[in-house]
């Protein structure tokens, strides 16, 4: 019920494609779903985040779409560049309560 | 840069030791997270503070443990070690205990 599947495990994209990540959850409690990048060495960043409010956020090439009826949720980085290759974690939260983190996925651009 | 202090960078130790990781939150946060991140496990949540005391607790071992002090800044102590506790360790924090998270750059422990 807590948790939150992150597909793929792993990625790779030619320089100037789409990425797309996709998550699903099962808790229709959760009212919060950022998603966090995170580089080798370093600690997890927040980069973009949604409410179960809206469909779509976009921010400069980054949009989360969010699909409630599914429970689902996908992170697609457009013109996707070398600097994107990171690890990309898609996360949820209900309240007060603990953040749920997916897998993970090790996104890779080739240049 | 998030704001978010931790100390040390990195540490090596040998099983069955103890050691203290320290974190200093985001200035005006009250809220503090402890993650542990692994290779097979992801981003496990440990222990939350909130101004002081404790507000949730996930998957924390009975050998750690945390206080966050009153000046908000924050200690996980890992005791009695053991190899599988090598890990990347991480601080988050946040203004109140619904707010967006802010990770600190981690404390990567060895143990040998």
């Known amino acids: 019920q807590q948790q939150v599947k992150q597909s793929p495990q792993s990625l790779i994209v030619q320089k100037g494609g789409i990425s797309i990540i996709n998550c699903a959850y099962e808790n229709t409690a959760f009212d919060y779903f950022p998603w966090y990048q995170q580089f080798p060495g370093k600690g997890p960043a927040l980069l973009i985040a949604i409410r179960p409010d809206v469909s779509e956020k976009k921010e400069g090439r980054f949009t989360i779409s969010f699909n409630k009826s599914a429970k689902q949720f996908s992170l697609h980085i457009m013109d996707s560049q070398p600097g994107d290759s990171a690890t990309y974690f898609c996360?949820?939260?209900?309240?007060?309560?603990?953040?749920?983190f997916g897998q993970g996925t090790r996104l890779t651009i080739n240049p | 840069d998030s704001g978010v202090t931790q100390t040390p960078k990195h540490l090596i130790t040998a099983t069955g030791q103890r050691v203290t990781l320290r974190c200093s939150p985001r200035s005006g946060d009250l809220s503090v997270y402890w993650y542990q991140q692994s290779l097979d496990q992801g981003l496990q949540f440990l222990i939350q503070y909130y101004n002081g005391e404790e507000r949730a607790k996930g998957n924390i071992l009975e050998r750690f443990s945390a206080q966050q002090f009153p000046d908000l800044h924050s200690e996980l102590n890992l005791s009695s070690l053991e190899l599988g506790d090598s890990a990347l360790y991480f601080c988050?924090?946040?203004?109140?205990?619904?707010?967006?998270?802010?990770f600190g750059p981690g404390t990567r422990l060895t143990v040998l």
């Open positions: 996360a949820a939260i209900q309240g007060a309560q603990k953040l749920v």
């Open positions: 988050a924090s946040s203004v109140d205990i619904s707010d967006t998270q802010y």
